[in-house]
């Protein structure tokens, strides 16, 4: 296996590429939360796991966070979207075909977005996935541009379209993001299947919690990506 920085896409978006040791045409792109980033201990744990069991992955900074360029106060929904387009073109120029999206909090509302105007995602996992944007994302606790942005964004029309198959998981223990966000958004998909982990937290910090979190997720993209 191997792990190697690389840029990619016209903000110079700065990601890790995990390839596993036998070349694979699946492969998997994580999408990290607001204040997140690519190197956090739950990615690098993602990445490397899900590489061991033949997946190709790319683990990548967000405009304006990590390694990114750009600033954090000037990064929107609307610009998350389009960096997570650049990472599918990217896979697509490195031959991969069958791309899953994994995205945890603000990028699960990254992901559903994407995947209902891009038919490159063939399966998507979310974890601890916003429903109700502005219930979670106030006046007072965001920056710049982020606030005026997200009111242009529409989770349930979103999710509606989302036709690949969807993989939803939940902390019941989660404080930032109640469980109401998951039901609904269950509700608005097609092809779904939920899990809720018992205790476990918003950033699934334990790691039992997150171990199952991994597992269900590694299992959702063997059995809709490997062919």
């Not at 109700?132 to 006046?139: G, P, W």
Request: proline share 2%; with cysteine; glycine share 6%.
């Amino acid at each position: 296996m191997s792990e190697n920085f690389v840029r990619f896409g016209k903000r110079h978006l700065a990601g890790v590429l995990h390839q596993p040791s036998k070349r694979s045409s699946a492969s998997v792109i994580t999408c990290h939360g607001l204040y997140s980033h690519k190197d956090s201990q739950k990615y690098v744990e993602i990445a490397r796991r899900f590489c061991e069991e033949g997946f190709v992955v790319l683990r990548f900074d967000f405009t304006g966070c990590g390694e990114s360029r750009g600033k954090f106060e000037d990064s929107t929904l609307s610009m998350r979207i389009n960096d997570l387009e650049s990472a599918l073109d990217f896979m697509e120029q490195q031959q991969h075909q069958e791309i899953g999206v994994m995205g945890s909090s603000l990028g699960g509302c990254t992901s559903i977005l994407t995947a209902s105007r891009d038919e490159r995602i063939k399966a998507l996992t979310t974890w601890a996935t916003p429903y109700y944007l502005k219930k979670i994302f106030s006046r007072e606790e965001t920056l710049g541009k982020f606030w005026e942005d997200i009111k242009i964004h529409d989770m349930a029309k979103a999710a509606g379209e989302v036709n690949q198959p969807t993989l939803i998981i939940h902390g019941s223990q989660d404080k930032l993001v109640p469980l109401s966000h998951t039901h609904a958004l269950y509700r608005e998909l097609k092809l779904k299947h939920l899990e809720i982990i018992e205790g476990a937290d918003h950033r699934f910090t334990n790691p039992t919690h997150r171990v199952k979190a991994i597992d269900f997720t590694l299992n959702w993209f063997k059995n809709n990506l490997l062919r």
